[in-house]
């Protein structure tokens, strides 16, 4: 089975300090996709990767960077935590950069900016 | 707004009852798909629809599409507790490899 994992369940940061939210794949797929999840928004495209050290914003970059290093690993990073960066955070992946590709989803992190 | 926009928002129903929920979208798709999501976790694939096919079962799930009036439905047969969950569609969006999910329906099956 795909395995999609993430490092935290839940994470509580203050504002302005700097967060890294990482995620990890064992299916050696090509593609990787940060969201974020909020009530009554569904999901939003952050960032996307189809490709180590390849990048692509998606629709809601501002205030978030992303690094892909090696393959299986897809990290978000916070540069200076906001209040409104408050959300649920979801990572997937998928095998192909084929139109609507089916998507393996991590369990998701919680994140509260106080 | 959303590409993929479900209907309705929430459903509450009786365990052994039929849930059905409705997915509209925009522009024109190569597949669209649904996926579902427990309370506070990742979400899970259910069942992808190629735009050439009208129908697909999997399971108790029974997914249409009828891309000329650009919706799709999902049906879950004999519900259980156990479904109780948000269900998303979404579909490939016409710029390039996005997927685009709606906001999603909270099903509710009362035991």
């Known amino acids: 089975d795909v395995k999609v994992t993430q490092s935290s369940r839940y994470l509580v940061k203050r504002t302005g300090e700097k967060v890294f939210l990482e995620c990890v794949q064992d299916m050696d797929h090509e593609n990787m996709f940060w969201y974020r999840q909020d009530p009554g928004l569904g999901l939003r495209l952050i960032y996307f990767?189809?490709?180590?050290?390849?990048?692509e914003k998606g629709d809601i970059p501002e205030g978030y960077s992303v690094s892909r290093e090696k393959k299986e690993r897809f990290s978000l990073i916070l540069e200076s935590a906001s209040t409104n960066q408050t959300s649920m955070y979801l990572c997937a992946s998928s095998s192909r950069l084929h139109r609507g590709d089916t998507q393996y989803f991590g369990p998701g992190t919680r994140l509260t900016v106080l | 707004s959303q590409q993929g926009e479900e209907d309705p928002q929430a459903l509450s129903i009786q365990e052994g009852e039929n849930a059905t929920m409705n997915c509209s979208y925009k522009t024109s798709i190569n597949n669209l798909q649904w996926y579902r999501q427990n309370s506070g976790r990742g979400l899970v694939h259910l069942i992808l629809i190629r735009s050439n096919e009208r129908e697909k079962h999997s399971g108790r799930l029974r997914v249409t599409l009828d891309t000329s009036k650009k919706s799709s439905s999902l049906l879950i047969t004999a519900s259980r507790a156990a479904d109780t969950a948000s269900y998303f569609c979404a579909t490939d969006g016409s710029g390039g490899f996005k997927t685009i999910f709606g906001a999603g329906t909270r099903l509710f099956v009362k035991a």
């Open positions: 990767s189809y490709d180590v050290k390849m990048k």
